[in-house]
């Protein structure tokens, strides 16, 4: 008998309730752990003030010695709040954060404690860093990494830590995180998309970009998820027969939330708000036990680090609450896997949401603009984004029927390509005035200004317009939304220079009026790019095969899916957008394809453990069950046995065939990644994961899944997926 499991059950059975009681209004309580502008009004100095929000919105310096009044406001502010230490926070190239906490306790020169907090601890840390991947950049220039301060982003207080946001980067200035190549796209995004928009209002002074995440995440029960190798360690469930009942009946989504989920819940955004994440919803998802939580959009630097928070704290919260959450892009085959859609548009200092349909046909104008260049910026760079969203979780959902598929392509709804067919026709040159006022009436004038219920809804598109927005659906769950932001904004910005420049050429040189302009590259931008729309559905074969003829790119893993981040026109994007050299390029390539070999590798141990240690002797147990009887029947029936025993000796056959399969499949597994192991070159091992060793997964799972059908209930070590999914 399997008492890991059993013992689980029962624990998993007897979870004493934690209700929590909203206390407070939310709006009371809203970011009360952030020294945020409010805070800074506060506790700093006039010219501290001023130099913090020039450096926000200027990006501007901040001299040493404002910096040490800075740091002495945010100290005393903290201390209020009950901290004792404070840390650096980052997002090592490991996807998750990292920190390395310091006590504000300090001796001075009298022998006496004080607490201490300057403004050189406030600016710039020293981790010792060395075991952070760096994907041969520190080796290659012989530096240490240093974290530097984001001022962009407010410092809060969690638990006892005042967590100040930084980036990471080596001595000699290259990025050595993913926040440090997303601040630099930002910047890019900013600059261009602000010339762009003051073609349409000369007080435009700058754009940011804007991101509003959707996480989906499962929940399992603490005792059940621990009592599991495969969860414990890889976050998901490498083997389990699929239930009887799954997500068939469609009873989960958005259904009534189980008490002990609200509770986890209600506790999980009580934390949140008080840490100025802004949650707003939360609702059952399609899978039984899957969740999703999505806040109020918000600036998109600030917005990543907010999921990266929200991400940690759950997993607190979580813990608490005695589930554990699995980030996981697919931990149960069989039912819905999870994404985090990425919601992103373009927004002004004047409040202007560039992506969003007007109410004049000059502000519908400027609609188009950003709309049709997105359409373009995505065309040219498909592959690109595609690779910003390649892991070795989501190759589970990306191009393997799942939700959405690997072919990027854009969803606009039958409206606007009415309006982008209309303005394809748009004659060369300059226009009549009876041509202006048909754009102005019928083209332009048509779009309604609210679009967002207009929009029909294509689940099956990967990049879909939803109204005032573009939702990118194929970022993983467990991902650092950094990544494909970085990518996203990078090429936008490229994209609108180029588009700033034909404009004003064709201004300049033929003398044509700046809407004319306008009109005249914006329409052969809609000719170009017509490949990348795509209205039907992402899933069909029938789109995999059109796709192929329009030369879209359908890299459907992660080794293959990355290979573009270093071809000779993504390293000279990233040069001339100013994001990064192709140094930091490479290594960032090298990073993830050093994560996905090691995913794989991980995933590969747990199976050899789960088939030896577990598997194998609970099946070997039940057939020695059997044959013990076969053997009694044989003993009191003598020759008559055979009849009695048959179906049980039949049972004995089909185990042993599946563990003759098992023990098989694993030994060549095994001996896959022996030779995997020994590749030198990063890109030809993860190939060699990808292509010789992954592929027994499945093929092991069949057998696993089939000896628990088999094997009696009492004997099997796994918790089982009723078990996992279907909260008591
Ligand atoms: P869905 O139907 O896809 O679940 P929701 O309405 O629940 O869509 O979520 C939409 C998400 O888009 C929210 O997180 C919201 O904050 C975000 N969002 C709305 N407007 C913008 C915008 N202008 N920029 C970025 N994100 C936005
Ligand atoms: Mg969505």
Not at 51 to 68: H, L, N, P, T
Not at 443 to 462: A, F, M, Q
Not at 681 to 699: S, T
Request: proline share 4%; glycine share 6%.
């Amino acid at each position: 008998m399997s008492f890991l499991r059993f013992n689980a059950l029962k624990e998993s059975g007897n979870r004493p309730k934690m209700p929590i009681e909203e206390k407070g209004r939310r709006s009371e309580m809203f970011a009360s752990h952030v020294f945020n502008n409010e805070k800074m009004q506060q506790y700093l100095t006039k010219d501290a003030y001023l130099s913090v929000q020039a450096a926000i919105m200027k990006g501007a310096k901040i001299e040493r010695k404002v910096a040490d009044q800075i740091a002495e406001g945010m100290k005393t502010w903290a201390i209020s709040m009950g901290a004792t230490h404070y840390t650096h926070w980052f997002q090592p190239l490991t996807g998750s954060t990292a920190e390395k906490h310091d006590a504000f306790f300090e001796i001075n020169k009298e022998g006496r404690a004080v607490e201490k907090f300057g403004g050189g601890q406030l600016v710039q840390q020293e981790p010792d860093a060395s075991s952070f991947p760096n994907g041969g950049i520190r080796n290659t220039f012989e530096a240490r990494g240093y974290t530097a301060w984001d001022p962009t982003s407010p410092a809060f207080v969690y638990g006892s830590t005042l967590c100040i946001p930084t980036i990471f980067v080596a001595y000699t200035g290259e990025a050595l995180d993913n926040k440090a190549p997303l601040l630099r796209a930002l910047h890019a995004v900013d600059e261009a998309a602000t010339e762009v928009a003051r073609y349409f209002d000369k007080t435009v002074n700058k754009v940011w970009a804007t991101l509003g995440w959707e996480q989906e995440y499962f929940l399992v029960d603490k005792a059940l998820a621990y009592s599991r190798p495969d969860i414990a360690l890889a976050g998901r469930t490498i083997v389990g027969k699929a239930s009887a009942k799954g997500q068939q009946l469609d009873d989960h989504y958005f259904g009534v939330i189980h008490s002990r989920v609200l509770d986890f819940m209600k506790d999980l955004e009580r934390e949140c708000t008080l840490l100025g994440i802004p949650v707003k919803t939360r609702h059952n998802e399609v899978a039984p036990m899957q969740f999703e939580m999505a806040p109020v959009f918000e600036e998109a630097n600030l917005a990543v680090d907010h999921n990266l928070l929200l991400m940690d704290i759950m997993e607190k919260v979580a813990d608490r609450h005695n589930f554990k959450v699995l980030f996981h892009e697919k931990p149960f085959a069989g039912v819905n896997g999870s994404g985090k859609h990425n919601n992103w548009s373009l927004a002004t200092d004047t409040g202007v949401n560039l992506l969003s349909p007007g109410t004049t046909p000059m502000k519908n104008l400027q609609f188009l603009t950003f709309f049709v260049n997105t359409i373009k910026a995505v065309d040219t760079y498909e592959e690109l984004l595609r690779s910003s969203i390649a892991s070795a979780s989501n190759d589970h959902r990306l191009g393997a029927n799942e939700a959405p598929p690997a072919i990027l392509s854009i969803f606009i709804g039958e409206q606007l390509n009415g309006v982008l067919d209309d303005l394809e026709g748009v004659s060369k040159g300059k226009l009549s005035p009876e041509e202006k006022t048909e754009l102005k009436l019928n083209v332009v004038g048509k779009i309604p200004e609210i679009l967002l219920d207009n929009t029909d809804r294509n689940r099956t598109s990967p990049f879909a317009f939803t109204g005032n927005k573009f939702e990118m659906r194929g970022v993983g769950s467990k991902a650092n939304c950094a990544k494909p932001m970085t990518v996203l904004n990078t090429i936008m910005a490229k994209q609108l220079k180029d588009f700033k420049k034909e404009v004003d050429k064709l201004v300049d040189g033929k003398d044509f009026k700046k809407d004319e302009a306008i009109f005249n590259v914006l329409r052969e931008y809609i000719k170009s790019s017509k490949r990348i729309r795509f209205e039907g559905d992402g899933y069909s074969e029938a789109w995999e095969k059109e796709a192929k003829k329009r030369k879209l790119s359908n890299n459907k893993n992660t080794p293959e899916a990355l290979a573009v981040y270093t071809h000779k026109a993504s390293l000279a994007l990233f040069k001339e957008m100013g994001v990064m050299t192709e140094v930091e390029a490479t290594a960032h390539k090298e990073v993830e394809l050093e994560a996905y070999v090691f995913h794989i590798q991980i995933e590969g141990r747990v199976f050899n453990e789960l088939i030896y240690n577990h598997i194998l002797p609970a099946a070997v147990d039940f057939q020695t069950g059997l044959l013990k009887n076969i053997q009694a029947l044989k003993e009191v029936y003598g020759t008559g046995f055979k009849k009695m025993a048959s179906p049980q000796m039949a049972i004995v056959e089909e185990v042993s065939l599946h563990i003759e399969a098992i023990k098989r499949l694993t030994d060549e597994m095994t001996a896959e990644r022996r030779s995997a192991n020994a590749l030198e070159h990063i890109e030809k091992k993860a190939a060699a994961y990808c292509d010789k060793v992954k592929p027994h997964f499945d093929e092991i799972r069949y057998h696993c899944d089939k000896l628990e059908t088999l094997v009696a209930d009492d004997l099997w070590p796994l918790a089982k997926y009723r078990e996992l999914l279907f909260l008591k």
